[in-house]
Structures are given as structure tokens and as C-alpha cells.
């Protein structure tokens, strides 16, 4: 069965290949086709489309919005994948985006000094130092840490002293779901909600996707490397029942999350290539 990766990140964002590098690993691995949805930003788009090119490998414009949803009087953070950007409208993603950008940097900085104010070794210039892209995450800092042996490892960073509500960190303000959503679908894209239940429970679902539906989401990710075999069903049920179709994706970093491999997540993830198929054909 051929199969496809619709969820990707490069050094534009988080993650440590650059897209030409994507590219290489897909190719290499026999992924038909793949897609970069690097975090807020366009800035690798170019460069991942012409090593499409070059390798024959069937490649699709994305992005990754960190968004915000009101869900029963609380702030949730949404992940929405816009898919099959054409090329004019990448410099208006980085429009879309500026605002949030220069809250993260805001937000960046407040962290970097709550860190080294109760002594961690860490520099907004070393984290920065980690990425091509404009603003670093937290995923940077935590490799920053790492490799002064102040925490044992990124997940350990992510669960203790820069998990949210814990003390360092503080989110930066975010764009709404719905009018991202509506953003994706004015420049021809296809709107995907990633990994719906790392933020949302069955029940919260249930109201937002008819909200999402009605702004023009077109599908939701169903395969993902972080859902069992019982979430994966419970995806799918969702999907059918609110009239969205399906898309997948890895959600590989590289060196971020190593044990996400590009394509097969954790070893089983095979995202039908139909699922390509079918969402290239709703871009416009």
C-alpha cells in the first residue's frame, strides 16, 4: 500500500531536517507523498517544493496555526493544518501570522528570563541559534537545556518546568480557530484539525466540529503517531458523523521527538495515500 505523511516539520519551525532533507528521508523511505505544515510560518515552503521537484516526490504547501477556541468558558490551544497552499499565497500566511509572531517573541523572552531568574543556563540567543525560523518554541529551549545537562530530556522539559500553568511558561496570544479556518479556505487551501483529542475531549468535539464545518473546515486528522487503535476508531466516527474527510500525518520533528519516525510514527502509522488524493482534489 502507498502511503503518504499530510503532518511534517523542518528547521523553519521545530523540527531538525531542513525540507530539502525531508524530501530525501520520504523519498528514501518510499513515502508517496508528503506535506510540510511547519508551526505559523511559510518560510520553507519554497525550498520544499523545489526538492519535490528535484527527487519526484509529490509534495504539498502547508502550514500549522496554533490557534485559540473558546471551549465551555475555556481557552483551548487548536492546532489547524491548512494543505495545498498555492504559491501566491504564501506571503500572505506570514501576514496572517505577524501579530501572533511578535507575541511570541514577547513571550519568548518572559520565558527565557523566568528561566534564568531561578538559575537555569539557558539565553534567548542560544534558543533562537536552534531554528531558521523567526520566533524559537519551546521544544528549542528545552534542547538548549538538554545540552547543558540541566534536564534530562525534552519530554522531561515539556511535562515539568515548561509545561503551561507551571510557572515559566505563558502563552503567547493566539489566532481564532474559526477565522483561521475561514483564512485557510479564502486562499484556496484545504483545512484540516490536527490530532483533535491532544486538545479537545470527545464531548468538546462535538461542539466545535459543526462550528469548524460551517466556517469551511473540509477534514480532520484520523490517523495520527499518538492515537491507539481505539482513538483512531473514535476519529473516524467523528469524521463520518460531522461530514469531514480524513487526513494523517506522522507529526515528525526529528531530533524534537525521536521517537516519531517520518511516515510510520511509532512504528505502525500508514496514512493511505487515497487520503492525498482526496484533499488535493478540494484545492482550488
Known sequence: ???????????????????????????????????LTDHNTSAGLDEFMNAGEEYGLATVAGCEFSTDYDSLGKRKELHIVGLFFPRESWPQIEDHVDIMRLAKISSNRKLINALRADGYDVTFEEAQSLTDAETFNRAHVARVLVA?????????????ILKEGNGYYVPAGRLGAITTIKFIKSYGGVAVLAHPFLNLSYEELEIFLPLGKAAGLDAMETLYSEFDFETTLRAKELAVRFGLLE??????????????????????????????????????
Request: glycine share 10%; aromatic share 6%; charged share 25%.
Open 1 to 35: 500500500m502507498k502511503i503518504c505523511d499530510l503532518h511534517t516539520h523542518s528547521h523553519y519551525s521545530d523540527g531538525s531536517l531542513s525540507p530539502t532533507e525531508l524530501v530525501r528521508r520520504a523519498k528514501e523511505l518510499d513515502i508517496a507523498a508528503l506535506a
Open 148 to 160: 547543558k545537562g540541566q534536564i534530562g530530556s525534552v519530554k522531561e522539559a515539556f511535562d515539568t
Open 247 to 284: 487526513s494523517g500525518g506522522s507529526d515528525f520533528h526529528g531530533e524534537a521527538k525521536p521517537h516519531i519516525a517520518l511516515g510510520t510514527g511509532k512504528g505502525d502509522l500508514a496514512v493511505p495515500i487515497d487520503f492525498y488524493e482526496t484533499l488535493k482534489h478540494l484545492a482550488t
